[in-house]
């Protein structure tokens, strides 16, 4: 069992910064891809980036390329998601989730473990 917690969001104006931290305990994270998900109130839960058990490989929904930056680090059984350049179109509440599989996920059906999600919003 994995549990996720999620920090770091808040209010922040648009073209604004935030981190987002995401600390598992339960299990370790070596062999797991990770992911951020996000959902506006009204809508699904859409896939924003993920990362490979390694670290080597992420993979970026096309709205946050070049803004958002997935990382992680396994000694500390934590990855991030640092936003650069936010817009109001971010604003969500923001889930970390972890996969049993090494590879790059991005539907939500390949997360077997989730956090509770954390508020971002982005005022214009």
């Known amino acids: 069992q994995v549990q996720l917690v999620e920090s770091g969001g808040g209010l922040v104006q648009a073209g604004g910064s935030l981190r987002l931290s995401c600390a598992a305990s339960?299990?370790?994270?070596?062999?797991?891809?990770m992911g951020w998900f996000r959902q506006a109130p009204g809508k699904e839960r859409q896939f924003v980036a993920s990362?490979?058990?390694?670290?080597?490989?992420?993979y970026y929904t096309d709205s946050v390329k070049g803004r958002f930056t997935m990382s992680r680090d396994n000694a500390k059984n934590t990855v991030y998601l640092q936003m650069n350049s936010l817009k109001p179109e971010d604003t969500a509440v923001y889930y970390c989730?972890?996969?049993?599989?090494?590879?790059?996920?991005?539907?939500?059906?390949?997360?077997?473990?989730w956090g509770q999600g954390t508020q971002v919003t982005v005022s214009s």
């Open positions: 339960g299990r370790t994270l070596r062999r797991c891809a």
């Open positions: 989730a972890a996969a049993s599989r090494m590879l790059i996920a991005v539907v939500t059906g390949a997360y077997d473990y």
């Open positions: 990362i490979s058990d390694s670290g080597d490989s992420t």
